[in-house]
């Protein structure tokens, strides 16, 4: 019996130090090197206490079988001796009525011997033949009842005794059932307690991750962007061709900032200045629907106030450049109007057949921007929104106002997103096969300066004293030592930069080296990069060919690991990305 085995563990838990353990407790306090190990020690408990709990509850199970079975064997017993009781009841009325019939033949012969006479018996009989017949035909009479009676008897005997038995039979049964039961409530509620447990330790470790996500944005400055109206600045040291002034030279580049998600504004401004209609470019971002006109003469709540829905909020909408009205795009400013204004509608409740929208919607990227001096100084802004005055975008599924999300550039690839009932599409933006992307896509045409670019500042503008995305030889096997460590499950609690610019320092990199040596070797050298994309949008896998061979981790895996990783505010944005060597 293995009953004990979870309680046991966490005994031996709590005497090691891994439940309760106080510096893990405070997640909100926890530095970048702390969680790391947290997290892997709760889930080292987690998974401990499931494999522990999967045996008790095997062993619930039987015993919850055990007691079935005694139950229908107590209840056959039970039948049993309702019918012997029966049995035994018949036989006491029979030996009842014998025993009566008996002492009447008795008392009989009694009083017949106290009055007879062999002299009177033998006048009266005509025969003496016929006077001995009479006195055997009573004898045999008193002598069957007795007979009847011990049968009778030794049959009740016998029943009591079966009876008695079974009585027994059922007594210990009902002791065994009620030694199984309590086993199977006691067991039960360990289970009941390890369930919870590991309940706890996984809200436990969703919140370190949760926590780690948090720390991990202020390096990699991870955000939401859009064009918005302000000057379109490229960064030269961005760029793929810059040179960084050594070599060999490695940089990461990523296709697209996140989200992915909507309508790609690039993308519609590409498409426009190809003589795409806003109908046709909102069909293309947002799948099976219809643009249909509806009633928006109404006031919105915003976080700067009430405002006319037409003439002041969407007006005011600057998350398109109106510059681009003059630059062929036109039509991606109304497939912009018709989207900023079928989000904000969604967004505060607004619903087909249902115009009362109590909601509130923010002015900054966390909703949609709007600006004052947008809605003052709209220039062809005002146009697009005339022109489109009362449209919004329906789903053909639900028939309902479509949840129309956007951004500035994906890279390439749109994502599929499913709200308020409608799914729209996953799918390459581009007029190319999909291996060659970037030949053919619409934000290429759009001319986003975010559609392939190497990201080395945090949101802030903080760059760690560094120029440029490129790294040295030395640092990118560092980085690749680190993604080693990652992919292979390894202890991640000091991969972090080491220059320590935007938080807790890494380990060392020849600290991280010791540790990559723990799965195969490390890394000194790179003498080349292979990377290999996938149909879905995002990086498979990245080959490195190094001193101790080919090394291959999954793009999921390198793209937190070098996020984790790389020296300063250096990052990517994508998990579609490249590598490029000079």
Same mark, same amino acid.
Not at 40 to 56: E, P
């Given at each position: 019996?293995?009953?004990?085995v979870?309680?046991?563990?966490?005994?031996?838990?709590v005497?090691?130090?891994?439940?309760?353990?106080?510096?893990?407790?405070?997640?909100?306090?926890?530095?970048?090197?702390?969680?790391?190990?947290?997290?892997?020690?709760?889930?080292?408990?987690?998974?401990?206490?499931?494999?522990?709990?999967?045996?008790n509850?095997?062993?619930?199970?039987?015993?919850?079988?055990q007691?079935?079975n005694?139950?229908?064997?107590?209840?056959?017993? =039970?039948?049993?001796?309702?019918?012997?009781?029966?049995?035994?009841?018949?036989?006491?009325?029979?030996? /009842?009525?014998?025993?009566?019939?008996l002492?009447?033949?008795?008392?009989?012969?009694?009083?017949?011997?106290?009055?007879?006479?062999?002299l009177?018996? $033998?006048?009266?009989?005509?025969?003496?033949?016929g006077?001995?017949?009479?006195?055997?035909?009573?004898?045999?009479?008193?002598?069957?009842?007795?007979?009847?009676i011990?049968?009778?008897?030794?049959?009740?005997?016998?029943?009591?005794?079966?009876?008695?038995?079974?009585? =027994?039979? %059922?007594?210990?049964?009902?002791?065994?059932?009620?030694?199984?039961?309590?086993?199977? *409530?006691?067991?039960?509620?360990?289970?009941?307690?390890?369930?919870?447990?590991?309940?706890?330790?996984?809200?436990k470790?969703?919140?370190?991750?949760?926590?780690?996500?948090?720390?991990?944005?202020?390096?990699?400055? *991870?955000?939401?962007?859009?064009?918005?109206?302000?000057?379109?600045?490229?960064?030269?040291?961005?760029?793929?061709?810059?040179?960084?002034?050594?070599?060999?030279?490695?940089?990461?580049?990523?296709?697209?900032?996140?989200?992915?998600?909507?309508?790609?504004?690039?993308?519609?401004?590409?498409?426009?200045?190809n003589?795409? =209609?806003?109908?046709?470019?909102?069909?293309?971002?947002?799948?099976?629907?219809?643009?249909?006109?509806?009633?928006?003469?109404?006031?919105?709540?915003?976080?700067?106030?009430?405002?006319d829905?037409?003439?002041?909020?969407?007006?005011? %909408?600057?998350? $398109?450049?109106?510059?681009?009205?003059?630059?062929?795009? $036109?039509e991606?400013?109304?497939a912009?109007?018709?989207?900023?204004?079928?989000?904000a509608?969604?967004y505060?409740?607004?619903?087909?057949? =249902?115009?009362?929208?109590?909601?509130?919607?923010?002015?900054?990227?966390?909703?949609?921007?709007?600006?004052?001096?947008?809605?003052?100084?709209?220039?062809?802004?005002r146009?697009?929104?005339?022109?489109?005055?009362?449209?919004?975008?329906?789903?053909?599924?639900?028939?309902?106002?479509?949840?129309?999300?956007?951004?500035? &550039?994906?890279?390439?690839?749109?994502?599929?997103?499913?709200?308020?009932?409608?799914?729209?599409?996953?799918?390459?933006?581009t007029?190319?096969?999909?291996?060659?992307?970037?030949?053919?896509?619409?934000?290429?045409?759009?001319?986003?300066?975010?559609f392939?670019k190497?990201?080395?500042?945090?949101?802030?503008g &903080?760059n760690?004293?560094?120029?440029?995305?490129?790294?040295?030889?030395?640092?990118?096997?560092?980085?690749?030592?680190?993604? #080693?460590?990652?992919?292979?499950?390894?202890?991640?609690?000091?991969?972090?930069? *080491?220059?320590?610019?935007?938080?807790?320092?890494?380990?060392? *990199?020849?600290?991280?080296?010791?540790?990559?040596?723990?799965? /195969?070797?490390?890394? $000194?050298?790179?003498?080349?990069?292979?990377?290999?994309?996938?149909?879905?949008? #995002? &990086?498979?896998?990245?080959?490195?060919?190094?001193n101790?061979?080919?090394?291959?981790?999954?793009?999921?895996?390198?793209?937190?690991?070098?996020?984790?990783?790389?020296?300063?505010?250096?990052?990517?944005?994508?998990?579609?990305?490249?590598?490029?060597?000079?």
């Amino acid at each position: 019996m293995r009953k004990f085995v979870v309680t046991l563990l966490v005994c031996y838990l709590v005497a090691v130090g891994l439940v309760g353990a106080e510096e893990c407790d405070n997640i909100s306090s926890l530095s970048l090197d702390q969680i790391g190990p947290c997290i892997n020690k709760f889930s080292g408990f987690a998974d401990a206490i499931s494999r522990a709990n999967a045996t008790n509850s095997r062993e619930l199970a039987n015993l919850n079988t055990q007691i079935s079975n005694l139950k229908a064997q107590i209840n056959q017993l =039970n039948s049993q001796i309702q019918k012997l009781q029966s049995d035994v009841f018949e036989r006491q009325v029979k030996i /009842g009525v014998r025993e009566t019939l008996l002492a009447a033949r008795v008392k009989q012969d009694y009083i017949r011997k106290r009055e007879w006479s062999p002299l009177v018996a $033998m006048f009266a009989a005509d025969t003496a033949q016929g006077l001995f017949a009479d006195l055997a035909y009573r004898e045999k009479l008193a002598r069957d009842d007795r007979e009847q009676i011990a049968s009778i008897s030794g049959e009740v005997k016998e029943l009591g005794v079966r009876s008695q038995e079974l009585g =027994n039979q %059922i007594k210990n049964l009902d002791a065994l059932k009620k030694r199984v039961d309590d086993q199977a *409530t006691w067991l039960a509620g360990e289970v009941a307690k390890a369930n919870k447990y590991v309940a706890d330790l996984s809200g436990k470790i969703a919140s370190l991750t949760a926590r780690q996500q948090a720390l991990l944005a202020q390096k990699t400055g *991870t955000y939401q962007t859009s064009v918005g109206d302000v000057p379109l600045a490229d960064d030269p040291a961005a760029r793929p061709d810059y040179n960084p002034g050594f070599s060999p030279a490695f940089a990461l580049f990523s296709f697209g900032a996140p989200h992915f998600k909507g309508m790609s504004q690039y993308g519609a401004f590409g498409r426009a200045k190809n003589g795409q =209609n806003y109908e046709t470019i909102l069909r293309a971002y947002y799948g099976n629907v219809r643009v249909q006109d509806v009633n928006t003469s109404l006031s919105i709540r915003t976080t700067v106030g009430t405002m006319d829905f037409e003439n002041r909020y969407i007006i005011g %909408i600057a998350e $398109m450049p109106g510059s681009w009205g003059d630059e062929g795009g $036109m039509e991606a400013l109304k497939a912009q109007a018709i989207a900023a204004r079928s989000y904000a509608l969604s967004y505060v409740g607004w619903r087909m057949g =249902n115009q009362n929208a109590g909601g509130s919607i923010c002015v900054t990227e966390s909703c949609q921007v709007w600006k004052s001096s947008k809605a003052d100084n709209p220039g062809k802004w005002r146009e697009a929104v005339g022109a489109t005055r009362g449209k919004i975008v329906v789903s053909n599924v639900s028939n309902e106002i479509v949840n129309t999300w956007y951004a500035s &550039t994906s890279g390439g690839y749109q994502e599929s997103y499913t709200s308020l009932g409608h799914t729209t599409p996953g799918f390459w933006d581009t007029t190319s096969d999909w291996t060659r992307w970037a030949d053919g896509a619409w934000e290429k045409s759009g001319g986003s300066p975010w559609f392939y670019k190497g990201w080395y500042k945090s949101r802030s503008g &903080t760059n760690c004293g560094r120029g440029h995305p490129w790294l040295r030889e030395n640092e990118f096997a560092d980085i690749i030592n680190a993604a #080693i460590v990652y992919a292979n499950g390894g202890d991640a609690s000091g991969i972090f930069p *080491t220059d320590g610019c935007l938080g807790q320092a890494g380990w060392s *990199t020849d600290r991280m080296a010791q540790e990559a040596e723990k799965y /195969g070797g490390k890394v $000194m050298s790179v003498s080349s990069v292979r990377v290999n994309h996938g149909s879905d949008g #995002i &990086t498979n896998q990245v080959i490195f060919s190094t001193n101790r061979g080919e090394v291959t981790i999954s793009g999921t895996n390198f793209y937190k690991a070098f996020n984790l990783r790389a020296p300063g505010a250096i990052h990517l944005t994508s998990g579609l990305f490249n590598i490029e060597r000079k």
